[in-house]
C-alpha cells in the first residue's frame, strides 16, 4: 500500500483532534483529542520513516509518546484537582490563566 | 606600573555606598557620617588626580588600560584630560555638599517600622551616583563610556522616585504620583537617548573595528579610517541624541523641570549640576572628537537650538510658580549657553563652555542648596507663599541672592567669566548668535530678580514671621560654595590652565581656528 | 612706596571695608558705620596723594598704571585685571572719593536709627568699590565689572528698604532697566574684541583714532556704548528707572543717583571719544539723546510734587546737557566733565538738603505738604540755596562756568543743528531755572502747609545734626567755588586736555550774547515760578492741572508704555510659553506614551485566560505560518 494514504489519515486525524480541542468543552475530551493530534503526528513520522527507509521518524516517534505518557500523568493530576475544587470539567469555567 | 589613581577615585566611592548601606537601621547618623567621610576621601583622591595631572603634557594622563571583552575589543580604558580633570574635581567638590545639605532629607518617618532603612540607602545611592559620574567623565572606551553613562540611570531613577520633595503642595498620595511620573519620564527619556546611542555604538564598531577613543581619533586624524560622509552623519546623530536629552537641549528638555521639582534639593543639584554635565562633557569629547566633520554639518541646528533653550528657558524659568521648576528651567537656559560655547567652535567658546559646566556646577548648587533650605522651614514650593523672608533671616536671604547673582552672571562672581567666554567665542564666528545670547542676560536677571523680590522683600507674611536663620550645618554648605564662587570669579586661572590645552585638542580635531581679528591692534 | 602701586589701594580699602561689614556680623553694629567711613575716607587720602603726585610731573608723563594679574587667559583672549590712572580717572577718583567720604559722615546721622546701618554702610562702601573700578580699568572687560558692580551696589541700596514694596519694585527695575544698557556694553566688547582682538583701552583707542578700521564698525561699537550709557546714566529711552530709584534713602540718591554713578555714561563715551570722533553717526545719535532728556527731564521736573522726584528730574535733565557736550566731540568733553564735577557737588548737596528737610519733616516728601521751613532750617536752607543757585546757573557760582560752556560749546557746532542745539540748550537752562525756583519756593517760603503723618504725629521740623550739616556745608562751598576755580586760565581744559583732547568752539555769536541769553533765560525761567508758586499759596493737594502737566507727573507716559508693551506683553508671551511647554513640547512626549499605553491595553484583552481561546490562535498562528512557507516555496 502506498504510504501516502498513512499520511492522509494522520491528518485526518489531526483535524479531527485540533477540531474537538477547539469545540468540546469537557477536559477530559479536550485531553483525549490532545492525545489524538500527538497519535497523528506519530502516524505520520512513522510514515515518513518508512518512506525516507530511516529510523529518525520511529525514534522521535517513541520520543512523543514518552512525553505524552508523563503530559498525561500531569494533565489528568491538574484536570482532577480542577474538578475536585470546582465540581465541572469544563474548560470554560476556568480562566485562571489571566493575572 | 604606578597606581590607577583614576580607578582609586571611583572604587572608594564604590565601597563606601556599598559600606552605607549595609549599616544596621538603627545606626542611621553612622551612615550619613560614613558617607560624608567617603566623599571628603573622593575628594582627596579628585585633588591628587588634578594635583598629578600635568597641563602641558599628554593628551590623556594617568591612563588605564585593561583588556574586558576581548571578544569585542572592549578594554577598561580610563584617562583624563583636561576636561576631565576640572569636572572630575567638580563632581567631587559638590558631593560632601550635596549629602551634607541632605543630612536630614531621607530621615525614616516614624510610622515605618523600624528595619526600615531609607537614609543609609539615600546616601548610598548618592555615591553610586559619585561612581558613575567620575567614570564617565574617565572613561576613554566608548563602550566603557555608555555602560557607566547608562548605569548611572539606576541609583538616578530611586533618588527621584524613592525620596520625595517632602514639601509638596497637595496630598501624600498625590505627591507620590507626581514622584513617580517624574522618576518614569526621568528613566524614559534618558533610556531612549541611551537606546540610540547604543546602536550609534554598535554601529562605530562596525565601522571603526574598535573601542577605544585615542585610537579611533588617532586613525582618524592619519586617515587611516575614514567614514563614509552618510555613515558619519548618522553616528553623529546617535551619540548627540543621548547627550541632547542628558544635557537637555530643547525640545527634550521637559524631564527635567519634573525631575527637580519632586526630587529634594540635593538630588535636584545632584541631576543639574553634575549628572547632566555628562552629557555636555560628552558632546565634547566623542561627537566632536569622534566626528570632526559631522559635528561641523550639524552645527547650524544645534546653534539654533541652543538659541531657543537660552531664550526659551529663561522666558519659562520667568512664568513659573514653583521656586525648584523656576531653577530648572533657568538651568536649560545655561545648558544652551554651554552647547553653544562647544558648537561655536572657537578656543574662547569651548574653554568656556568648559568653565561654564564647573561654575554652572556651582553656582546652581549655592541657589538650589539654600533654596532648598528655604522650602524646608515653610513647607513650600510656591514663590507665592512667601514674602519678606529678608526680615526674618537675613542670612538666608543674603546667601540666596548672592546664588541668585550668580545665575544672571554678575562679573566678579565666576559665571560671569565663563558666560562671557561663550559670548565672545560665539560672536567672532556667529555674531547674530551672540546677539540673540546676549538677550539671554536681561532674561537671567528677570527671573532671578523675580524671585528674590517675591520671596524675600515686602511685608513679612504670617507664615513666615518665625522662619530660623540658616543654621551651623547649612552655612557650612552655602560658604565655601560662595568662596569657590568669587575666588573662580576673581582669578579663574588655575582652571583655565588646566582646560586650555585640553581646548586647543579638541580644536585641532576639528580641524578649526579662530577667527582673526579685523585689525591686528598695537600690543 | 612707589606710587604706580598704590592704585589698587583706592578700591581696596573700601572693598575691606565693605567685605568687613557684610560678613562682620552683630559685633560690628555699634561700630560699622565709623570702619565705613575710616576706609572711604582713607580712599580720599590715597587719591589725594596720588594728585599731589600727579601735579608733579609733566602733564604727558602723567598717566600711572598698575598691572595686577592676569585675569582670563584663555587662548586668543587676554583680559588683565589692570587699572590706569591719568587725569580724566583721576578726576573722577577725587570726585568719588571726596563726595563719597561726605556722603559716609551723612548717612552716619541719617541713618542713626535704621538697625541696619552696619549693612547700609557696609552697601555704600561696596559701591566705593566698584565705582572706582569703573574709572580705574585699563580695559573695556573690567570696566564693566565695575559697570556691574555698582549696577548692584545701586540695587541693592534703592531696595535698602525691603519691607517696602515700592522699594523692592524700584530696585528691580532699576537693575533689569540697567540690564538692558549693559547688553549694549557688553555687544560693543564683543565688536571690539573680533575688530581689535583686545578691548584694552591704549590698543582699541589708538586703532580707532588711526583709522584702522571702517566707519561702520566703529559706528556701531558707539551706538551700543551709547546704549550702555543710556542705562546707567538714565537717558532717554531707558530713564525710566531713576525716578523710582528714589525709593532708596536719601544720601543713596545723592551719592549714587546723583553725583557719581548715574554720571559713568559721560565717563564711558568721554572715555571712548576716539571712536566717537571716527563715527559721525553715532556722536550725532550722542547728541539727539542728549537734547531729548535734557528736555524729557526738565518737563517732568516741573510738574513732580515729591521733592525727591524733581530732583531726580532734574538730575536726567543735567545728565543731557553732560551726554550733549560729550556728542559735540573735542569742543565738548571737557565742558561735560567740568559739568560733571560741579554737578556732584551741588546735586548732592540739594539732594541732601531735601533729605535734612525729610529728616526734620517725618519722612514727607511731597513739598505741598512743606512750607515756610526757612526759619526752622537755616543752614538747609543756606546749603540748599546755595546749591540751588548754582545749579541754575546763577552768575559766579558754579553751575554758571560749566552749563554756559556747554550752551556755547552747542552754538559752536554750527549750521542748523547748532542753533536747534543751542535754542534746546537754552530751554532746557530756562526750565532749570524754574523747576527748581519751584521747589525752593514750595520748600521753604511761603506759609505752612504741613500734615501730621500717618500714625498723627505733628512733624516738628529741627536742624538737622552736626554729621548731616558739616557734609552740606563742605558740598555748598564745592556749589560756589569749583566751578570759577576751573575757569581760571581754563585750568580744567588743560588739565583734562592731554586725555580728551580740546579745542575751542566758535559760536556764530559772541560769548557775551550767549551769555546774556542765559542770564535772561534764567530770570524768566525765576519770574515764571515766583509768579506761580511765590505769589500765590500753594495749594495742598495737587490742581489736576493740564494735560501736559499731568503727563509729566507720570513720567511722560514712559511707564504705561513700557507696562503695555513690555510688561503685560511679556507676561502674555511667558504665560503662553509655559502653556505651550506644558502641552505641546510635553504634549508630544506624552502622547507618545499615552498612545502606546493604549496599544497594549487593548493588546491585553487577547489574554482573556480561556484556554481554548489560546489553543485557537495557536492553531491560527501554525495555519498562518503554513502557508507562509508554503508561499515562499511557492515563489
Known amino acids: ?99 | 606600573m604606578s597606581f590607577p589613581l583614576l580607578t582609586a577615585t571611583a572604587a572608594l566611592p564604590a565601597i563606601g555606598a556599598i559600606a552605607t548601606a549595609a549599616v544596621p537601621a538603627a545606626r542611621r547618623t553612622a551612615a550619613k557620617w560614613l558617607a560624608l567621610l567617603v566623599s571628603l576621601g573622593t575628594l582627596g583622591l579628585a585633588a591628587a588626580v588634578l594635583v598629578r595631572f600635568e597641563p602641558g603634557g599628554d593628551r590623556y594622563q594617568l591612563t588605564e588600560s585593561h583588556a574586558w571583552i576581548a571578544d569585542f575589543g572592549v578594554r577598561y580604558e580610563l584617562g583624563a584630560d583636561g576636561i576631565g580633570v576640572a569636572l572630575i574635581g567638580l563632581t567631587a567638590l559638590l558631593i560632601p555638599f550635596i549629602i551634607l545639605a541632605g543630612w536630614h532629607d531621607a530621615d525614616p518617618l516614624e510610622t515605618k517600622s523600624s528595619r526600615w532603612r531609607p537614609t543609609q540607602g539615600f546616601f548610598a545611592l548618592i555615591l553610586m551616583v559619585e561612581v558613575m559620574v567620575i567614570l564617565s567623565f574617565a572613561a576613554t572606551d566608548v563602550f566603557l563610556f555608555y555602560i557607566v553613562f547608562e548605569a548611572m540611570l539606576i541609583p538616578m531613577y530611586f533618588l527621584i522616585g524613592g525620596f520625595g520633595d517632602r514639601a509638596h503642595a497637595g496630598s501624600d498620595e498625590n505627591a507620590a504620583t507626581q514622584r513617580s511620573y517624574a522618576a518614569v519620564k526621568f528613566l524614559l527619556y534618558n533610556l531612549v537617548g541611551g537606546l540610540i546611542m547604543l546602536a550609534a555604538v554598535i554601529g562605530l564598531y562596525v565601522v571603526a573595528g574598535g573601542f577605544s577613543l585615542p585610537e579611533i581619533a588617532e586613525a582618524r586624524a592619519s586617515g587611516e579610517l575614514t567614514m563614509a560622509t552618510n555613515t558619519e552623519r548618522l553616528l553623529f546623530l546617535g551619540f548627540f541624541f543621548a547627550f541632547a536629552v542628558k544635557a537637555p537641549l530643547w525640545p527634550l528638555h521637559t524631564w527635567l523641570p519634573n525631575a527637580m521639582g519632586e526630587s529634594t534639593a540635593p538630588v535636584a543639584v545632584l541631576i543639574t549640576a553634575v549628572v547632566d554635565k555628562v552629557g555636555t562633557f560628552a558632546m565634547l569629547r566623542f561627537c566632536l572628537g569622534l566626528f570632526p566633520e559631522a559635528s561641523a554639518w550639524a552645527t547650524p541646528v544645534v546653534l539654533t537650538l541652543a538659541l531657543v533653550s537660552i531664550v526659551y528657558g529663561a522666558l519659562l524659568a520667568v512664568g513659573q510658580r514653583d521656586i525648584k521648576r523656576l531653577i530648572a528651567y533657568a538651568s536649560i537656559s545655561h545648558f544652551g549657553f554651554i552647547i553653544l560655547g562647544i558648537f561655536a567652535m572657537t578656543s574662547q567658546g569651548q574653554s568656556g563652555a568648559t568653565l561654564y559646566m564647573v561654575n554652572h556646577g556651582l553656582s546652581t548648587a549655592a541657589l538650589m542648596l539654600v533654596a532648598g533650605f528655604l522650602i524646608s522651614r515653610r513647607g513650600s514650593r510656591l514663590i507665592a507663599d512667601y514674602g519678606g523672608v529678608q526680615k526674618v533671616a537675613p542670612v538666608l536671604a543674603g546667601t540666596f541672592l548672592v546664588g541668585g547673582l550668580a545665575t544672571l552672571s554678575l562679573p566678579g562672581l565666576a559665571p560671569f567669566v565663563s558666560e562671557f567666554l561663550v559670548l565672545v567665542g560665539t560672536f567672532a564666528r556667529y555674531p547674530v548668535a551672540g546677539i540673540i545670547a546676549t538677550f539671554g542676560i536681561v532674561l537671567a536677571a528677570l527671573y532671578t530678580l523675580v524671585l528674590y523680590q517675591r520671596t524675600m522683600t515686602g511685608p513679612v507674611k504670617q507664615e513666615v514671621s518665625k522662619m530660623p536663620d540658616l543654621r551651623v550645618r547649612e552655612l557650612a554648605v552655602v560658604a565655601p560654595l560662595i568662596a569657590a564662587l568669587i575666588f573662580l570669579g576673581v582669578y579663574p586661572k588655575p582652571v583655565t590652565d588646566i582646560v586650555n590645552p585640553a581646548v586647543e585638542h579638541t580644536m585641532s580635531d576639528v580641524q578649526k581656528t579662530d577667527p582673526e581679528p579685523e585689525v591686528e591692534a598695537a600690543k | 612706596m612707589n606710587t604706580e602701586n598704590m592704585i589698587a589701594l583706592l578700591i581696596a580699602a573700601p572693598l575691606l571695608g565693605a567685605v568687613v561689614l557684610l560678613c562682620g556680623g552683630r559685633r560690628l553694629d555699634r561700630t560699622g558705620h565709623w570702619i565705613g567711613t575710616l576706609l572711604a575716607a582713607a580712599s580720599f587720602v590715597v587719591g589725594v596723594v596720588l594728585f599731589t603726585d600727579m601735579l608733579g610731573r609733566d602733564a604727558e608723563d602723567r598717566t600711572l598704571s598698575q598691572h595686577l594679574f592676569s585675569w582670563i587667559p584663555v587662548e586668543g583672549f587676554q583680559a588683565d585685571v589692570a587699572f590706569q590712572l591719568d587725569q580724566l580717572s583721576m578726576t573722577f577718583v577725587l570726585l568719588i572719593t571726596g563726595v563719597g567720604t561726605l556722603i559716609h559722615l551723612y548717612s552716619v546721622g541719617y541713618m542713626e536709627h535704621d538697625e541696619r546701618r552696619r549693612r547700609f554702610f557696609g552697601f555704600l562702601n561696596l559701591f566705593l568699590a566698584a565705582m572706582l573700578l569703573l574709572v580705574l580699568a585699563d580695559n573695556y572687560l573690567l570696566l564693566y565689572v565695575g559697570w556691574e558692580g555698582v549696577g548692584l551696589a545701586s540695587y541693592l541700596l534703592i531696595g535698602f528698604w525691603q519691607h517696602k514694596p515700592s522699594a523692592a519694585t524700584a530696585a528691580k527695575k532699576a537693575f533689569l532697566v540697567n540690564r538692558v544698557g549693559d547688553m549694549g556694553l557688553s555687544i560693543a566688547i564683543l565688536l571690539m574684541f573680533t575688530t581689535f582682538g583686545t578691548f584694552a583701552f591704549g590698543p582699541v583707542l589708538s586703532a580707532s583714532a588711526a583709522g584702522d578700521t571702517s566707519e561702520g564698525k566703529l559706528t556701531a561699537i558707539g551706538l551700543m556704548l551709547l546704549l550702555a550709557a543710556c542705562g546707567k546714566s538714565a537717558q532717554v529711552p531707558l530713564q525710566s528707572w531713576l525716578g523710582d530709584a528714589m525709593e532708596g534713602p536719601t544720601p543713596v540718591s545723592a551719592l549714587i543717583h546723583a553725583a557719581t554713578m548715574v554720571t559713568a555714561g559721560v565717563y564711558l563715551i568721554t572715555r571712548s571719544g576716539a571712536i566717537f570722533n571716527a563715527a559721525p553717526d553715532a556722536q550725532l545719535a550722542v547728541v539727539v539723546v542728549g537734547a531729548v532728556t535734557l528736555l524729557f527731564g526738565a518737563i517732568v521736573g516741573c510738574a513732580k510734587d515729591d521733592i525727591k522726584k524733581a530732583l531726580a528730574g532734574s538730575t536726567m535733565s543735567q545728565i543731557g546737557y553732560m551726554i550733549l557736550a560729550t556728542g559735540l566731540g573735542p569742543i565738548g568733553y571737557v565742558f561735560a566733565i567740568m559739568h560733571l564735577v560741579t554737578h556732584g557737588f551741588f546735586k548732592a548737596g540739594l539732594f541732601l538738603g531735601a533729605g535734612s528737610v525729610m529728616h526734620g519733616m517725618n519722612d514727607e516728601v511731597d513739598m505741598r505738604k512743606y512750607g515756610g521751613l526757612r526759619k526752622y532750617m537755616p543752614v538747609t536752607f543756606a546749603t540748599f540755596g546755595l546749591g540751588y543757585l548754582a545749579i541754575i546757573g546763577f552768575p559766579g557760582l558754579s553751575g554758571f562756568w560749566s552749563k554756559d560752556k556747554i550752551i556755547e560749546a552747542a552754538f559752536a557746532q554750527g549750521g542748523t543743528e547748532g542753533w536747534i542745539l543751542g535754542a534746546v540748550t537754552l530751554l532746557g537752562a530756562a526750565l532749570t531755572a524754574y523747576y527748581m525756583t519751584r521747589v525752593m519756593l514750595m520748600t521753604f517760603f511761603g506759609e505752612k502747609r504741613w500734615q501730621p503723618d500717618a500714625e498723627g504725629n505733628a512733624p516738628h521740623p529741627h536742624e538737622s545734626p552736626k554729621s548731616m550739616t558739616i557734609p552740606m556745608i563742605v558740598l555748598a562751598f564745592g556749589s560756589v567755588f569749583a566751578g570759577g576755580l576751573f575757569s581760571l586760565n581754563e585750568s580744567f581744559a588743560g588739565w583734562l586736555e592731554p586725555v580728551t583732547a580740546f579745542e575751542h568752539g566758535h559760536p556764530p555769536i559772541s560769548a557775551g550774547v550767549i551769555m546774556t541769553a542765559t542770564i535772561t533765560v534764567m530770570v524768566l525761567g525765576i519770574g515764571l515760578a515766583y509768579v506761580q508758586y511765590g505769589r500765590r499759596p500753594v495749594p495742598v493737594t495737587a490742581p489736576r492741572g493740564s494735560l501736559l502737566t499731568r503727563a509729566a507727573r507720570r513720567d511722560l507716559l514712559q511707564d504705561d508704555l513700557n507696562h503695555v508693551v513690555l510688561v503685560r506683553g511679556g507676561e502674555h508671551l511667558t504665560r503662553s510659553l509655559v502653556y505651550v511647554d506644558h502641552t505641546l513640547v510635553d504634549g508630544v512626549v506624552n502622547g507618545t506614551a499615552a498612545s502606546v499605553g493604549g496599544l497594549s491595553g487593548r493588546l491585553r484583552k487577547l489574554q482573556n485566560g480561556f484556554a481554548r481561546s489560546y489553543a485557537v490562535s495557536m492553531f491560527g498562528g501554525a495555519a498562518v505560518l503554513i502557508a507562509a512557507t508554503l508561499l515562499m516555496r511557492a515563489v
Open chain 1, 1 to 99: 500500500m502506498n504510504p501516502v494514504n498513512y499520511l492522509y489519515l494522520a491528518a485526518v486525524l489531526f483535524a479531527i483532534g485540533a477540531s474537538g480541542v477547539l469545540i468540546r468543552r469537557n477536559a477530559i475530551v479536550v485531553f483525549m483529542c490532545v492525545e489524538l493530534m500527538l497519535n497523528a503526528c506519530n502516524l505520520s513520522l512513522v510514515a515518513f520513516s518508512r518512506m525516507h527507509g530511516n529510523l529518525d521518524g520511529q525514534i522521535l516517534a517513541f520520543f512523543t509518546m514518552v512525553v505524552a505518557a508523563a503530559e498525561v500523568v500531569v494533565g489528568l493530576a491538574i484536570i482532577v484537582t480542577l474538578f475536585r475544587s470546582r465540581h465541572s470539567a469544563s474548560v470554560d469555567d476556568a480562566s485562571l490563566m489571566k493575572l
